[in-house]
């Protein structure tokens, strides 16, 4: 049911990439180039990417390039409980933040660089929308790292609810959580690391005690400090068109990316990007 590749079984250095970002997470034709850019991140960063998704009856854990193609908006949105639906039922399914990590689990890789790590979503219980991402990661002895949590989230109820989870949150070269577009303002980090190799040490020392995942929050190079209004107006839009679940941040980020002037689009991609390389210099420091 698992296809992992021969590069990705013979490194001890892997790097997990979801398929959510490319299918669903920019405008058609740009999800691809943005993987493909991820993954050469990653070997910059002295790591091996793992492309994560389910075709043809299988998970398969380091998609070709040609594979990669097969990803479009079409595909299937899986979070941890749907993966075994899609692999019976030979779907194209495109894992999330959750899917992933229920996949590193399975295969042993402990490093992913992901955009945002979902969470706790605004108006908190109503609705009653929480990200299977949270549980994921708790659970599973991977370090993520990202730009803190998704820019639609309530971030402070996420950030306690990880705290709940015993989840550690690490802050690269910063002392609070990335507000994902915006570089600062997010609540305290636990813990601020310096270097690639430290925040490696901290996640075997973490594993050893017998923790589980760990989240980097790396802040954005260029930090757009003026989301947030179109951020409320985006979340305002959605509620009047009904718009909610797993539908609702590919409606957000378009809503963004056109609002915005494409300027929230150029930003998604590089921090995206960015996160790849730190995750493979991670990764390359041994975990």
């Not at 959605?238 to 990316?257: C, E, I, K, N, R």
């Amino acid at each position: 049911m698992i296809r992992v590749t021969d590069e990705v079984r013979e490194s001890n250095a892997v790097v997990a990439l979801e398929t959510t970002l490319i299918a669903h997470g920019f405008p058609p034709g740009e999800g691809i180039e943005v993987g493909l850019r991820s993954e050469a991140a990653v070997r910059e960063g002295g790591g091996v990417p793992a492309t994560i998704g389910v075709l043809d009856g299988e998970i398969v854990v380091g998609l070709s390039a040609a594979e990669l193609e097969r990803f479009d908006a079409s595909a299937r949105k899986l979070g941890p409980r749907d993966l075994a639906a899609a692999v019976a039922q030979r779907a194209v399914g495109a894992t999330t933040v959750g899917g992933t990590l229920a996949v590193c689990r399975a295969a042993g890789i402990h490093v992913m660089a992901t955009g945002g790590l979902g969470g706790v979503h605004r108006g908190w219980p109503t609705p009653p929308d929480v990200s299977a991402d949270l549980q994921a990661l708790a659970s599973t002895q991977v370090l993520v790292v990202s730009s803190g949590v998704k820019s639609l989230l309530d971030v402070p109820a996420t950030s306690e609810l990880l705290e709940t989870h015993g989840v550690p949150v690490l802050g690269f070269r910063t002392s609070d959580l990335p507000l994902f577009y915006a570089a600062h303002g997010g609540p305290p980090v636990s813990a601020r690391v310096e270097s690639a190799a430290e925040a490696a040490e901290i996640a075997r020392a973490h594993w050893e005690l017998g923790g589980g995942g760990l989240l980097l929050g790396r802040p954005p190079d260029e930090s757009l400090d003026d989301v947030e209004p179109l951020i409320e107006r985006a979340l305002a839009e959605a509620d009047a068109q009904g718009v909610h679940g797993q539908a609702m941040t590919p409606f957000v980020l378009s809503y963004l990316h056109r609002e915005s002037g494409g300027r929230t689009l150029a930003a998604n991609r590089e921090l995206i990007v960015g996160n790849a390389r730190l995750a493979g210099e991670i990764a390359s420091s041994g975990t």
